[in-house]
């Protein structure tokens, strides 16, 4: 159990019976905790953190006891009787945030690394926890600071006859920072799948194979297969991992005409299901070929969803698995059943995923993070576009600089603060 706050010490004394100038700064002491009347709690240690030194800047005090329910509500309520309060949602982390502890971006990193569902996403907020990613912020908040002090000297001084943006060669360094900053939003994007996933849906004609190849994806036997057309009246829901990526696996209906009421309603939460798909594998056979009612199906798709053919039972059709791309249109061959070709579906669904080429390097983003880092990328086009209007540029770079400030909190409405902060668990 922690307690935050000021002048600790007599809360201490009072719990434990301790005087002050016993209890040594960072070592643990062994310690009874007594309740009003004087009867032992517990018996455990004691651990005092003084100001500034503690994780929320704050003293702070750890105690440790022999855990059960019982025995820590007890001490629980006698630590409300000493005058403290429980603490809201991710509380310590607002205040180590608010006594610059860490900044914001490392505060949200507490909350992700403790949500973390894949080894990748773990080792991804550990590193933004540990400041990596506020640290490339930092750093192009550094030139967009040195862009805009050579952007106002020029308004300053408009008489002179030095030009001190081609001098300096303004429009280099601005096309530099430009770099850095989409190859941040680059890692952003692909860090954001290890928080929320990638949504993948199966769609095609009844028998194309869209639960053999959940079954195959997911390893195991998730979803009924048989000859019979329409055995799948649900979506089916599957979540799998692909080098560290959540992928989320959604069988759905066949899509055809019926008159049957249930699979009716099933083709229409398949609908539903595409249209909220970050990508749509459209199953076809490979015995066939895309045939004119998968061409319905597919102009039925909605454009702005990316869409893989998949052909599958090509050991069916006697053709080997493999890739192709046609009219931009990616076409895989493989077969469900016998798991050839899988491997070219892994690969195109990292890439759908933006994953390759950042791997280890990529940052654990938020929704807030990723509108940041697009309204900076806007905002410094507009300034290289602007460079002969230097008040215009100057303006530009002045709210592409505020954009980034706000993922590390430099420029944070309070409102927003509570917003971020009341989503994390307690005592965090």
């Known amino acids: 159990m922690r307690v935050s706050g000021s002048g600790l010490l007599p809360f201490a004394e009072a719990l434990t019976g301790k005087r002050p100038e016993s209890i040594q700064p960072r070592r643990a ?32 005090l750890e105690l440790q006891g022999h855990g059960g329910p019982v025995v820590m509500q007890m001490l629980l309520a006698r630590c409300l009787e000493l005058g403290a309060r429980l603490a809201a949602p991710g509380e310590f982390s607002r205040r180590a945030f608010l006594n610059d502890k860490m900044d914001l971006a490392q505060a949200e990193a507490v909350a992700d690394l403790i949500e973390a569902t894949t080894t990748a996403a773990a080792r991804s907020a550990l590193r933004s926890l540990s400041g990596e990613f506020s640290r490339q912020v930092h750093e192009l908040v550094a030139q967009l600071t040195e862009l805009r002090m050579l952007v106002e000297a020029t308004l300053d001084f408009p008489e002179e006859e030095i030009d001190v943006l081609r001098d300096t060669d303004a429009a280099a360094r601005l096309d530099k920072l430009r770099t850095e900053l989409n190859a941040l939003r680059g890692r952003a994007k692909a860090g954001s799948l290890l928080r929320s996933g990638l949504h993948v849906v199966l769609a095609g004609l009844p028998n194309v194979g869209k639960s053999s190849l959940l079954n195959r994806l997911a390893g195991e036997e998730r979803a009924i297969v048989t000859e019979i057309a329409g055995t799948t009246r649900d979506a ?15 069988d759905t209906a066949g899509l055809r005409e019926t008159d049957d009421l249930v699979e009716k309603i099933g083709i229409e939460r398949t609908w539903r299901e595409i249209e909220r798909a970050d990508v749509v594998l459209q199953l076809v056979d490979a015995r066939t070929g895309e045939t004119p009612a998968d061409h319905a199906v597919a102009v039925r798709l909605p454009a702005a969803i990316e869409r893989i053919v998949v052909e599958n039972k090509c050991d069916l059709a006697g053709i080997a698995a493999g890739r192709l791309e046609t009219q931009g249109k990616v076409h895989l061959r493989l077969s469900a059943k016998s798991g050839e070709g899988m491997e070219l579906l892994h690969d195109e669904l990292l890439r759908v995923a933006g994953w390759r080429g ?31 209007q230097v008040e215009l540029c100057a303006e530009e770079l002045r709210l592409a600089q505020e954009a980034l400030a706000r993922i590390t909190g430099e420029f944070t409405a309070d409102d927003l603060l509570g917003e971020i902060f009341s989503r994390f668990c307690i005592g965090k």
């Open 29 to 60: 002491t062994s310690a009874d905790f007594f309740d009003a009347a004087g009867r032992v709690i517990d018996h455990g240690l004691l651990l005092y953190f003084p100001a500034p030194h503690s994780f929320t800047g704050e003293d702070v």
């Open 236 to 250: 089916v829901r599957e979540t799998i991992q692909i080098e560290g990526i959540p992928l989320h696996i959604i």
């Open 358 to 388: 950042h791997g280890e390097d990529v940052v654990l983003a938020r929704e807030r993070h990723l509108e940041a880092l697009d309204l900076a990328a806007e905002k410094s086009a507009l300034a290289a576009r602007q460079l002969g």
